[in-house]
């Protein structure tokens, strides 16, 4: 059997005084403690105990060390990768939805929320996550955005543009983050969705955003874009 208490024991076998895991904490250590081990080094230990029962998954999400959480994310993420986990979608989805408050970080959303959520929503009403964009709470806005990865990758862009720009305007850099990279992503699929975007959020956008946006853009693309934000 596969507990909590082994990831952590696993985790605090491998601690370092010198690693920075709390640079990746958004809220730095004001917010977490940590074990001191790097994030990479965190993913194979939780694929060793992948087959972790949800009541130790939750366990791990009340640590108050960021890089225990991190393992839960994980091991979520590969559960719902695989075909006989030991819990199903809808009860990773659930724990997910239910212990968002134990997912306070951007790289929680990054790691999990395509798999776990935006895979659950792919044959059923998209609701949860314009419900999740315009919560209070920043790391459901984010992970709002992040979930419809699956839809990405699986040639759905519309949910992207539509709870993008719901968040046009947010004020939270993580979410303005989110924004930049997806809808980019998005836009490698439908550049014609992606111009009237931009098009119809331009004021609201702030300038790094549009920047990551643009990114992958032709140099003349690029500075129209960026001359029509100083006229916007």
Not at 24 to 51: C, E, M, N, Q, W
Not at 63 to 76: G, N
Not at 130 to 143: F, V
Not at 165 to 194: C, F, N, Y
């Amino acid at each position: 059997m596969h507990t909590a208490e082994d990831v952590i024991q696993a985790l605090q076998q491998i601690s370092s005084p010198d690693a920075d895991s709390h640079r990746f904490f958004y809220d730095g250590l004001g917010k977490t403690k940590v074990i001191g081990v790097g994030i990479g080094k965190a993913f194979p230990i939780a694929k060793k105990h992948r087959l972790m029962s949800l009541a130790e998954i939750e366990k791990l999400l009340d640590s108050p060390y960021y890089e225990v959480r991190m393992a839960a994310a994980a091991i979520m993420d590969f559960q719902a990768r695989e075909k006989k986990a030991p819990n199903s979608l809808d009860e990773l989805y659930d724990l997910y939805i239910r212990r968002h408050d134990r997912l306070d970080n951007w790289d929680f959303m990054d790691r999990a929320a395509p798999h776990v959520v935006g895979q659950y929503l792919s044959d059923k009403p998209r609701d949860p996550l314009y419900e999740l964009a315009r919560s209070s709470d920043p790391w459901q806005r984010r992970t709002a955005i992040v979930a419809t990865y699956w839809f990405i990758k699986n040639g759905e862009t519309e949910d992207t543009f539509q709870i993008c720009d719901i968040l046009a305007s947010d004020e939270h850099p993580m979410v303005q983050k989110a924004i930049g990279s997806w809808v980019r992503t998005a836009g490698d699929i439908d550049p014609e969705a992606m111009g009237a975007f931009l098009d119809k959020n331009l004021a609201a956008l702030p300038a790094a955003t549009i920047s990551m946006i643009i990114e992958k853009m032709p140099a003349a693309e690029k500075q129209r874009w960026r001359d029509a934000k100083k006229a916007a």
